[in-house]
Every structure is written in C-alpha cells, then in structure tokens.
C-alpha cells in the first residue's frame, strides 16, 4: 500500500477544503476521504474521535487503492496549529510536502468559531463571549459537551500563524512546502491551483474552472444538525458509520444531501470595536509572518 506523500495542513477557514477537492479530481492524485483525518495531531488526542483513527493502521486504511498515483494526501488543518503533527509526519515519510494556506486571523478566527458552533462543538453562540471564555477553557472550564475539537476553542491559538510558520520551516525545507494567501487563492484560483500542481510534480490537466466550495452553512433543523455531527453516545457508532458514507460519496450526491438537510446562511459580520479590537491583538503575529513570508499584508491590519 502506498503512504501519503503530501499533506494540506491549514489553517482553517481559508480555503484548504476547495483546494482538496480540487486536486482531489486530477488524475495523478489520491485523496484521503474524508479529508481530514487529524491522525498526525497527538496533542489534540480527542480529534482522533471524529473518524475512528487511533493507529496506523486505521490510518492507512483511508489510502488503500493509491498505488500508482503521484501524489497521495490528506487535509487535517488543524496539523499547523499542533505542535508535533508535521514532526511526526517527517519521521513517517521524511520526503512528505506540506501546503499551507492563510487568511485574515480575525477572519479565521470568527470562520471557526462558526465551523465549531455548526458541528455543535461550539455552545457559546456570541463570539466576542467564546473569545473571553479561552483561558477558562484551556484549564478545561466551560468546554461544551462532547466537543472533540477542544483545541480549537482556543480561537487566538487557531489563527496565530507566526509560532506555526516558525515550526514548519525548522522542521521542513523549503523545496517542501508552499504556503498560498486566501486571498490570492480567490482572486486567481487558477495561479494558486498550478501552482500547487507544480509544487506536487503533477502534469497539467489544463482545468479551468473552480466552482465555489464551502460556502457557510446551517443545518435547517437544530435536532437533526445535532444528531449527526454530535450524537448522543448511543448512537455514536452509527452517526460515525453514516458520515463515513457521506465523505465517500459522489460529488452531486452530497451537494443534493447538503442542500437537503442545510441551507446557505452567511453570519453576520463582527461589530467594528470587536473587529478592532482582534486586529490589535493579532498585529504582532501578523508583523511575525511578514518577516517570515517576507511579504506585506497590509490588508490584514
């Protein structure tokens, strides 16, 4: 069995699951489904939860049938945030290549709060409230239920790309690794998908079209939402079993079941003195990753 070679690991909120999905229908590629398998991230122990993946094995299993394929991978974004995920994927395949995409942190920040409320992760339904309650629940205070991304409550940590930049490039060279901005992503989404092609030793497959991915979403019925993306523990299994199928099924047969069971319902933007208030706070990282990216993101202030 072939082993993944190739890893998209965030950060959230920017546009990794488009980008997998696109490279996911070139020819010379094999994509893990589901995309994210949060196997790699041992300090975020519980995300293991989410799809059954404890061991290699159970690893591994999500890549039967690569052989042949140039580039095999996968797209847990929370691997840029974890402190051992990309250091355990060299010492798995130390040739492994490693794709970051970034974005706004305050935009990241508020993206994930709402990704985390929506899978029901998440019961502090204001963000600026969510924001204030971090440091409670980094001691384990006021964690929601049977959340399984705890470490994504820490929404700061989530977006603060400077300490990840930094242990990335001590751990992977740079023929290794491609970082992308969002925003250069949704205003040449082309550009941005050759060039990863390129990067991943792929020939052109001249695509031209990149249909939106992703867009925000609500589940229409609260009960329903809840009974699929956090069950009670009795049927646990079952729900596990049944989103399986959902992430390995076709393309129109999940955008039919999305459009069924959801509806598109953009979130109302952060008031301005919030919004202020989070550029502030992430200036520093922000000045960090120009320095390493040794661009300007004069957007982002």
């Known amino acids: 069995m072939s082993r993944p070679n190739f890893f998209i690991i965030g950060a959230p909120k920017s546009g990794t699951t488009a980008l997998a999905h696109y490279l996911s229908e070139h020819p010379e590629v094999f994509f893990a489904k589901p995309k994210e398998l949060f196997f790699w991230s041992s300090d975020h122990p519980q995300a293991r939860n989410r799809h059954n993946v404890f061991t290699l094995e159970d690893y591994l299993r999500y890549f039967r049938g690569s052989e042949g394929y140039v580039a ?8 840029l945030q974890s402190h051992n995920a990309v250091k355990n994927i060299i010492e798995f395949n130390s040739d492994s290549k490693f794709i970051v995409l970034l974005r706004n942190p305050v935009d990241v920040a508020y993206g994930m709060h709402g990704e985390l409320l929506r899978h029901y992760f998440e019961d502090v339904v204001d963000f600026k409230t969510a924001w204030d309650l971090q440091s409670q629940r980094a001691q384990g205070e006021k964690v929601p239920h049977q959340c399984v991304m705890v470490n994504q409550l820490q929404y700061k940590d989530v977006a603060s790309y ?3 930049l930094e242990r990335l490039f001590d751990l992977v060279p740079e023929s290794q690794r491609k970082v992308f901005l969002f925003e250069d992503f949704c205003g040449n989404t ?10 991943l030793e792929l020939e052109s497959n001249g695509r031209s079209e990149f249909p939106r991915m992703n867009a925000a979403r609500q589940y229409r019925s609260r009960i329903l939402g809840r009974l699929y993306q956090n069950p009670p523990q009795l049927i646990e299994p079952l729900m ?3 989103r399986h199928v959902y992430a390995n099924a076709s393309i129109p047969m999940r955008d039919w079941l999305a459009h069924s069971l959801s509806k598109r319902e953009p979130r109302a933007p952060l008031s301005e003195d919030f919004r202020d208030q989070l550029r502030k706070t992430f200036r520093p990282d922000i000045e960090q990753v120009e320095q390493l990216l040794k661009i300007k993101l004069d957007t982002w202030y």
């Open 72 to 79: 095999i991978g996968e797209g847990s974004t929370n691997y």
């Open 162 to 164: 400077g300490v990840q």
């Open 190 to 199: 082309k550009s941005v998908y050759d060039a990863t092609c390129q990067f």
């Open 240 to 242: 596990k079993r049944i």
